[in-house]
């Protein structure tokens, strides 16, 4: 029998595939983030709930396309659709009438929709069990020339769209006119609405593109991972540990965040068969960066978080 | 009779209505009620966190599964007596909350709050799962801690029981309550309304940061340590990160602000399941119904029930007394 140290050296051999399932979990992880900071910076209000939206859209997408069996497209778009409407719900009802009130309070609402997704889905849907996950795309694949890596063209697609979704954010808020307007808010809601700006109309566009964001990043993690109403819920923890890399308002730091977060999550797999390896490197990432990246007053100095 | 006298004869039969009552119900009514009382214990420790110092905690349950867990492990795992296992499980919550509330040095309360999402997932989802210590998570079989017994009289009973952690509950209050009108409260109140403030004048605000951190997880440690011996065993379900958030949510919609809003918290979770099986819906829907009301309720009394309520109830004897033509000031006084 190998000694267990040297067992666990034929790892190595994993770490190419590995690298793959780290990327792709990296990519959806940067849509999640991104949907996060993009409604931090506009609306100042840190989503808790923003896991919760992902997963209920998602089960959205799952009812239309695994259990209805319609086309996964039609699917993914019904749940952008959810996810959307969810985040202006969320917006226009309740984090509009707070203006002013103390930031606890907008967390802590943000925490009532929490648990109301998540109670609503678990009546829904089951809380736990096995659920199929919504395939956009055939898992079959390709093998990178010159190794014997296979990348699943999911797997290539997941990663395109949401590093291509999360990039075009950036772009959205540095070229348009919606994306000028939204800058103008996160600065300073006052002077924008001097300006006038329509700050409510921009608050709730960036909630409704932010949650859609999320919904996309729910179905795209689907394959892979054993999704659940739980575990969907909590992948606000990954998108934040994403979103505090990136000091919740750099929009490409907080992809390079994700894409960090994703290998950091699986490289220790092929070498530990323990469970609950993802949780602890999301941890210890998310110690290191808060450590680190934040200074006393740094993520405060907007005073409206 | 005065006022404070009045109040004082009025809690004591409060308080007796409460511990001879469940004498008359059934042993599975009074398993629920001591639950209750655990979860106000749990309730307590949010408003010592988020009420006195309005720091927001989503790892109040990990908190309870230190507690739980080193009770557990010492008592099936290691012979110990629950008498030595208990202090050692709350002193193991409190080093954990101290721990977790060091990075407060340098965070603002919102990241800190992330901060204890990450600590309650990496608790429910690593610390507790078969594999990684079960020394202390037990493995595979759970710990199954017996209740002990006090001065020779078995708490086997339900209502031995009861007895036992109601009693816990009041004196949990009744520290915390000497706290929030002493010298300490003042100090808490003055680091949660404006750290800057406090620093100034020369408080450590780091220091009573930490140490209402630790009175916090302290309390909830001994929460959980008291479900571990209620339930008869202890699984890493009963303390996950969905707990905490539903905590959270329950002491909100109570009201944060006030000692009060632990003993409320308890009658809404023996009587809102219940109600909701009352009007033939599952139990299972008292989550949704906590969600919802926050969210009604943030936006439309965002200082919790408890206050609320005290505060309509002060005004309408006010009112009462004024139409009596009586001194408002005088009404007011003897509340």
């Known amino acids: 029998m190998l000694h267990p140290v040297i067992a666990s050296l034929s790892g190595f051999s994993l770490l190419p595939s590995y690298t793959v399932i780290g990327l792709t979990l990296g990519g959806v992880y940067a849509l999640a983030a991104t949907g996060l900071v993009l409604i931090y910076r506009v609306s100042g209000v840190l989503n808790f709930a923003h896991g919760a939206v992902a997963m209920f859209s998602t089960f959205v997408a799952y009812q239309i396309s695994v259990v209805a069996g319609v086309p996964s497209i039609i699917g993914l778009a019904a749940a952008v659709a959810t996810g959307a409407a969810l985040g202006f719900a969320i917006e226009f009802l309740t984090i509009r009438p707070l203006t002013g009130r103390p930031p606890l309070t907008k967390v802590a609402v943000t925490i009532a929709w929490l648990l109301v997704l998540q109670t609503a889905a678990g009546l829904i849907w089951g809380s736990t069990g096995y659920h199929r996950p919504v395939q956009l795309v055939g898992s079959n694949g390709f093998t990178v020339p010159l190794t014997n890596v296979v990348v699943g063209y999911d797997q290539l697609t997941i990663f395109l769209v949401a590093v291509g979704l999360s990039l075009g954010t950036s772009a959205l808020l540095r070229w348009t006119s919606l994306g000028v307007q939204m800058r103008a808010v996160a600065d300073d809601p006052q002077a924008a609405r001097l300006w006038g700006i329509d700050v409510d109309r921009v608050s709730a566009a960036s909630w409704m593109i932010g949650s859609g964001m999320a919904a996309v990043a729910g179905v795209l993690i689907t394959p892979l991972l054993n999704f659940d109403t739980y575990s969907l819920t909590v992948l606000v923890i990954d998108a934040f540990t994403a979103a505090l890399i990136g000091r919740l308002t750099n929009l490409p730091l907080t992809v390079v965040g994700a894409i960090l977060l994703g290998l950091v999550q699986y490289y220790p797999k092929a070498f530990f068969s323990q469970a609950g390896l993802s949780e602890l490197s999301t941890f210890a990432l998310a110690i290191i960066t808060l450590a680190v990246v934040f200074r006393p007053g740094l993520a405060t100095s907007r005073g409206r978080a | ?335």
């Open chain 2, 1 to 335: 009779m005065s006022g404070a006298a009045r109040s004082r004869v009025g809690l004591a039969v409060v308080v007796a209505a409460v511990a001879l009552l469940p004498a008359l119900e059934s042993d599975f009514q009074r398993g629920l009620d001591s639950d209750a009382v655990i979860i106000a214990l749990l309730v307590l420790s949010v408003v010592v966190l988020t009420g006195f110092v309005g720091q927001i905690s989503f790892c109040q349950y990990s908190f309870a599964a230190i507690g739980a867990f080193t009770v557990g492990a010492l008592m099936d795992g290691h012979g110990w007596s629950f008498w030595l296992a208990l202090p050692v499980g709350v002193a193991a919550a409190v080093l954990t909350g101290v721990l977790v509330g060091i990075p407060a040095l340098r965070l603002s309360g919102l990241l800190l709050a992330v901060l204890t999402i990450a600590v309650a997932l990496f608790t429910d989802r690593f610390l507790l799962v078969t594999g990684t210590w079960d020394g202390f998570s037990g493995g595979a079989v759970p710990w199954h801690p017996e209740r002990p017994s006090l001065l020779g009289a078995p708490l086997t009973g339900s209502y031995a029981y009861y007895l036992f952690v109601l009693a816990i509950l009041c004196a949990a209050i009744l520290v915390v309550w000497n706290l929030r009108t002493g010298k300490t409260g003042r100090v808490l109140r003055a680091v949660r309304d404006s750290e800057l403030a406090a620093a100034t004048v020369g408080l450590d605000v780091t220091a009573w940061k930490l140490a209402a951190f630790g009175l916090s997880a302290g309390l909830a440690g001994l929460a959980g340590a008291l479900l571990a011996v209620r339930i008869g065993s202890v699984s890493p379900g009963s303390y996950d990160f969905l707990h905490s958030v539903q905590l959270t949510a329950l002491a909100t919609v109570m009201g944060v602000s006030t000692i009060a809003s632990a003993p409320a918290a308890a009658v809404g979770t023996v009587f809102g399941p219940e109600l909701l099986s009352g009007i033939s819906v599952s139990s299972t829907w008292f989550p949704l119904l906590i969600g919802g009301t926050l969210i009604v309720q943030l936006v439309l009394v965002p200082e919790g029930a408890v206050v609320r309520t005290r505060n309509d109830i002060a005004r309408l004897s006010r009112l009462l007394s004024a139409r009596r033509g009586r001194d408002p000031a005088v009404a007011g006084a003897s509340r």
